[in-house]
Protein backbone atom coordinates (compact mmCIF):
# COMPACT_ATOMS: atom_id res chain seq x y z
CA UNK A 1 0.00 0.00 0.00
CA UNK A 2 1.06 3.45 -0.20
CA UNK A 3 0.65 4.41 3.59
CA UNK A 4 3.02 3.68 6.98
CA UNK A 5 2.52 0.22 7.70
CA UNK A 6 3.10 -1.16 11.04
CA UNK A 7 3.20 -4.20 12.35
CA UNK A 8 2.31 -5.99 14.76
CA UNK A 9 -1.11 -4.40 14.99
CA UNK A 10 -1.86 -5.73 18.60
CA UNK A 11 1.44 -7.27 21.02
CA UNK A 12 0.28 -8.84 24.15
CA UNK A 13 3.39 -9.43 26.28
CA UNK A 14 4.68 -10.76 29.70
CA UNK A 15 6.57 -8.31 31.94
CA UNK A 16 9.96 -9.24 30.99
CA UNK A 17 9.53 -10.26 27.81
CA UNK A 18 11.15 -8.72 24.79
CA UNK A 19 9.37 -7.04 21.76
CA UNK A 20 10.28 -5.19 18.44
CA UNK A 21 7.59 -3.50 16.35
CA UNK A 22 7.94 -2.35 12.57
CA UNK A 23 7.21 0.60 10.51
CA UNK A 24 7.42 0.43 6.71
CA UNK A 25 7.35 4.46 6.01
CA UNK A 26 5.98 5.86 2.67
CA UNK A 27 8.44 5.18 -0.14
CA UNK A 28 11.21 7.93 -0.53
CA UNK A 29 9.87 10.03 3.39
CA UNK A 30 13.23 10.75 4.33
CA UNK A 31 11.98 11.60 8.12
CA UNK A 32 11.02 8.70 10.41
CA UNK A 33 9.28 9.22 13.74
CA UNK A 34 8.41 7.10 16.68
CA UNK A 35 5.76 7.93 18.99
CA UNK A 36 4.52 6.74 21.97
CA UNK A 37 0.54 7.26 23.44
CA UNK A 38 -0.56 6.05 26.09
CA UNK A 39 -4.56 6.08 26.91
CA UNK A 40 -6.13 9.32 27.08
CA UNK A 41 -2.63 11.17 26.36
CA UNK A 42 -1.61 13.14 22.80
CA UNK A 43 1.44 11.26 20.93
CA UNK A 44 4.69 11.68 22.53
CA UNK A 45 8.24 11.57 20.67
CA UNK A 46 10.55 9.10 21.17
CA UNK A 47 12.69 8.97 18.53
CA UNK A 48 13.75 10.76 14.90
CA UNK A 49 15.11 9.24 11.61
CA UNK A 50 16.59 11.07 9.42
CA UNK A 51 17.74 8.61 6.53
CA UNK A 52 19.54 6.24 8.41
CA UNK A 53 21.07 8.50 11.18
CA UNK A 54 19.06 8.45 14.88
CA UNK A 55 19.14 12.45 15.08
CA UNK A 56 17.36 12.57 18.31
CA UNK A 57 16.43 9.79 20.54
CA UNK A 58 15.42 12.03 23.40
CA UNK A 59 11.84 10.84 24.02
CA UNK A 60 13.11 7.12 24.60
CA UNK A 61 12.33 6.54 28.37
CA UNK A 62 15.12 4.42 28.93
CA UNK A 63 17.94 2.27 28.11
CA UNK A 64 15.60 -0.67 27.60
CA UNK A 65 14.11 0.94 24.34
CA UNK A 66 16.33 0.91 21.24
CA UNK A 67 15.28 2.08 17.90
CA UNK A 68 17.26 1.66 14.25
CA UNK A 69 16.46 2.03 10.46
CA UNK A 70 19.89 0.53 8.94
CA UNK A 71 19.11 1.02 5.75
CA UNK A 72 17.29 4.54 5.72
CA UNK A 73 13.62 2.76 5.12
CA UNK A 74 12.24 0.02 7.23
CA UNK A 75 12.53 0.70 11.23
CA UNK A 76 12.14 -1.08 14.41
CA UNK A 77 11.84 -0.51 17.72
CA UNK A 78 12.73 -2.56 20.12
CA UNK A 79 11.68 -2.70 23.78
CA UNK A 80 13.63 -5.12 26.45
CA UNK A 81 12.38 -6.60 29.39
CA UNK A 82 8.98 -4.99 29.45
CA UNK A 83 7.39 -3.38 31.74
CA UNK A 84 3.39 -3.07 32.47
CA UNK A 85 3.75 1.05 32.25
CA UNK A 86 5.26 0.24 29.00
CA UNK A 87 1.77 -0.55 27.96
CA UNK A 88 0.44 2.04 24.91
CA UNK A 89 0.13 2.23 21.33
CA UNK A 90 3.30 3.37 19.61
CA UNK A 91 2.95 4.87 16.18
CA UNK A 92 5.30 5.23 13.59
CA UNK A 93 5.17 8.55 11.60
CA UNK A 94 7.29 9.77 8.29
CA UNK A 95 7.54 12.69 6.22
CA UNK A 96 8.80 13.70 2.77
CA UNK A 97 10.89 16.16 3.93
CA UNK A 98 12.99 16.96 6.95
CA UNK A 99 11.93 20.28 8.87
CA UNK A 100 8.77 21.03 10.35
CA UNK A 101 7.26 22.64 7.50
CA UNK A 102 7.98 20.60 4.82
CA UNK A 103 4.68 18.46 5.09
CA UNK A 104 2.37 16.10 6.13
CA UNK A 105 3.04 13.74 8.58
CA UNK A 106 1.71 10.35 8.21
CA UNK A 107 1.49 8.20 11.12
CA UNK A 108 0.87 4.27 10.98
CA UNK A 109 -2.17 2.74 12.33
CA UNK A 110 -0.06 2.28 15.70
CA UNK A 111 1.54 -1.29 17.30
CA UNK A 112 -1.14 -1.48 20.57
CA UNK A 113 1.18 -3.07 23.37
CA UNK A 114 0.23 -4.36 26.52
CA UNK A 115 2.21 -5.89 28.48
CA UNK A 116 0.68 -8.13 31.46
CA UNK B 1 5.19 23.55 32.04
CA UNK B 2 4.17 21.28 28.97
CA UNK B 3 5.49 22.47 25.33
CA UNK B 4 1.37 22.23 23.86
CA UNK B 5 -1.44 22.85 26.20
CA UNK B 6 -5.10 22.17 25.27
CA UNK B 7 -8.27 22.69 26.61
CA UNK B 8 -8.91 19.23 28.23
CA UNK B 9 -12.28 18.99 27.34
CA UNK B 10 -14.35 17.13 26.57
CA UNK B 11 -16.93 18.79 24.21
CA UNK B 12 -20.60 17.70 24.19
CA UNK B 13 -22.38 19.88 21.63
CA UNK B 14 -25.50 19.12 19.36
CA UNK B 15 -25.55 18.92 15.75
CA UNK B 16 -25.24 22.75 13.83
CA UNK B 17 -22.97 24.00 17.10
CA UNK B 18 -20.41 26.50 17.06
CA UNK B 19 -17.21 25.12 18.92
CA UNK B 20 -13.71 26.34 19.64
CA UNK B 21 -10.79 24.92 20.75
CA UNK B 22 -7.64 26.60 23.14
CA UNK B 23 -4.04 25.64 22.40
CA UNK B 24 -0.74 27.17 23.94
CA UNK B 25 2.86 26.36 22.97
CA UNK B 26 5.52 27.29 25.21
CA UNK B 27 8.52 27.45 23.03
CA UNK B 28 8.81 30.97 20.98
CA UNK B 29 11.04 29.35 18.78
CA UNK B 30 8.34 27.27 17.47
CA UNK B 31 7.75 27.72 13.67
CA UNK B 32 4.87 26.02 12.24
CA UNK B 33 1.44 24.94 13.71
CA UNK B 34 -1.09 22.18 12.94
CA UNK B 35 -4.52 20.78 13.91
CA UNK B 36 -4.39 17.14 13.48
CA UNK B 37 -7.77 14.77 14.28
CA UNK B 38 -7.94 11.60 15.65
CA UNK B 39 -10.99 9.40 15.75
CA UNK B 40 -11.28 6.66 18.21
CA UNK B 41 -8.84 3.78 18.08
CA UNK B 42 -7.21 5.39 14.98
CA UNK B 43 -4.33 7.21 13.71
CA UNK B 44 -4.11 10.93 13.75
CA UNK B 45 -4.45 12.65 10.97
CA UNK B 46 -3.87 16.55 9.41
CA UNK B 47 -6.99 18.53 9.60
CA UNK B 48 -5.22 21.95 8.97
CA UNK B 49 -1.70 23.66 8.97
CA UNK B 50 -2.60 26.69 10.83
CA UNK B 51 -0.91 30.59 8.93
CA UNK B 52 -0.31 33.44 10.69
CA UNK B 53 -2.94 35.10 8.81
CA UNK B 54 -5.64 32.78 10.11
CA UNK B 55 -6.61 30.10 7.28
CA UNK B 56 -10.15 28.89 6.91
CA UNK B 57 -10.93 25.66 5.28
CA UNK B 58 -14.67 25.01 4.61
CA UNK B 59 -16.43 24.98 8.47
CA UNK B 60 -12.76 25.48 10.18
CA UNK B 61 -10.97 28.07 10.60
CA UNK B 62 -7.20 28.27 12.47
CA UNK B 63 -5.74 31.44 13.99
CA UNK B 64 -2.70 31.97 15.16
CA UNK B 65 -1.50 34.36 17.92
CA UNK B 66 2.59 34.38 17.44
CA UNK B 67 2.80 37.40 20.76
CA UNK B 68 0.45 35.34 23.07
CA UNK B 69 1.60 31.65 21.61
CA UNK B 70 -1.70 30.90 21.28
CA UNK B 71 -3.49 28.44 18.74
CA UNK B 72 -7.33 28.28 17.88
CA UNK B 73 -9.55 26.11 15.59
CA UNK B 74 -13.14 27.10 15.38
CA UNK B 75 -15.49 24.31 14.09
CA UNK B 76 -18.92 26.04 12.49
CA UNK B 77 -22.01 24.08 11.97
CA UNK B 78 -20.67 21.20 13.64
CA UNK B 79 -21.66 17.40 11.89
CA UNK B 80 -21.84 14.26 13.90
CA UNK B 81 -18.68 13.23 11.56
CA UNK B 82 -16.62 15.97 13.80
CA UNK B 83 -16.81 13.38 16.77
CA UNK B 84 -13.43 13.21 16.93
CA UNK B 85 -10.08 14.10 19.37
CA UNK B 86 -8.41 17.42 18.32
CA UNK B 87 -4.89 17.58 18.13
CA UNK B 88 -3.19 21.11 18.47
CA UNK B 89 0.92 20.17 17.12
CA UNK B 90 3.50 22.62 17.10
CA UNK B 91 7.10 22.33 15.06
CA UNK B 92 9.33 22.38 18.32
CA UNK B 93 13.16 22.82 18.05
CA UNK B 94 14.64 19.14 18.32
CA UNK B 95 17.91 18.08 19.98
CA UNK B 96 20.01 17.93 17.33
CA UNK B 97 21.53 20.86 15.92
CA UNK B 98 18.46 22.96 16.64
CA UNK B 99 16.51 21.83 13.42
CA UNK B 100 13.26 22.20 14.20
CA UNK B 101 12.59 18.49 12.55
CA UNK B 102 10.43 17.70 15.95
CA UNK B 103 6.20 17.83 15.99
CA UNK B 104 4.99 18.13 19.41
CA UNK B 105 1.54 17.50 20.06
CA UNK B 106 -1.01 18.34 22.78
CA UNK B 107 -3.10 16.11 25.19
CA UNK B 108 -6.13 16.64 22.40
CA UNK B 109 -9.20 17.29 23.10
CA UNK B 110 -12.49 14.92 22.88
CA UNK B 111 -15.57 16.66 20.67
CA UNK B 112 -18.55 14.52 20.65
CA UNK B 113 -21.27 16.15 18.42
CA UNK B 114 -24.96 14.55 19.46
CA UNK B 115 -27.91 14.59 16.90
Known amino acids: GAGVSQSPRYKVAKRGQDVALRCDPISGHVSLFWYQQALGQGPEFLTY????????KSGLPSDRFFAERPEGSVSTLKIQRTQQEDSAVYLC??????????????FGEGSRLTVL | RKEVEQDPGPFNVPEGATVAFNCTYS??????FFWYRQDCRKEPKLLMSVYSSGNEDGRFTAQLNRASQYISLLIRDSKLSDSATYLC????????????????FGKGTLLTVNP
Open chain 1, 49 to 56: FQNEAQLD
Open chain 2, 27 to 32: NSASQS
Open chain 1, 93 to 106: ASRRGTGGHTGELF
Open chain 2, 89 to 104: VVNTPGDSGGSNYKLT
